[in-house]
Nanobody
Framework: QVQLVESGGGLVQAGGSLRLSCAAS????????MGWFRQAPGQEREFVAR????????YYADPVKGRFTISRDNAKNTAYLQMNRLKPEDTAVYYC????????????????WGPGTQVTVPS
C-alpha cells in the first residue's frame, strides 16, 4: 500500500489560487490512479478530480471544472491539484487518495488516503 501526505493548504481570498501537493511513499506511485476529494464541515466527502495511472487521463467534478487542474510527476512520486479562481464554497479539507483501479472515481475505489489539508476561502 502507498502512504500519502498532502501539503499546500491555507487561507486564500476569493479569486486566488493554491496548489496542493500529495507526496507518496511505499509501493510504485506510477501504478496508482490518484484522486482528490474534499469534505466541508457538516457535509459528506465529495470527489474533486482524478488522474489515471495508465493514460494520465483526467476527470473533474462539475463544480471545479475549468478552475482546478490535477497532475502528477511520477519521477517525484507526487500528485498536484492546482486550484484557481477559488470560491468560498471551495472551503474544505482536501484529501488525496490512491487506487489500483485505473478509472477510479468513487471514494470506495480508493484504498489509500492522506490525512488531509485545510483550504479556507473566506466569503
Amino acid at each position: 500500500q502507498v502512504q500519502l501526505v498532502e501539503s499546500g493548504g491555507g487561507l486564500v481570498q476569493a479569486g486566488g489560487s493554491l496548489r496542493l501537493s500529495c507526496a507518496a511513499s511505499g509501493r510504485t506511485f506510477s501504478t496508482y490512479t490518484m484522486g482528490w476529494f474534499r469534505q466541508a464541515p457538516g457535509q459528506e466527502r465529495e470527489f474533486v478530480a482524478r488522474i489515471t495511472w495508465r493514460e494520465g487521463s483526467t476527470y473533474y467534478a462539475d463544480p471545479v471544472k475549468g478552475r482546478f487542474t490535477i497532475s502528477r510527476d511520477n519521477a517525484k512520486n507526487t500528485a498536484y491539484l492546482q486550484m484557481n479562481r477559488l470560491k468560498p464554497e471551495d472551503t474544505a479539507v482536501y484529501y488525496c487518495a490512491a487506487s489500483i483501479a485505473n478509472w477510479a472515481t468513487s471514494g470506495t475505489d480508493f484504498a489509500s488516503w492522506g490525512p488531509g489539508t485545510q483550504v479556507t476561502v473566506p466569503s
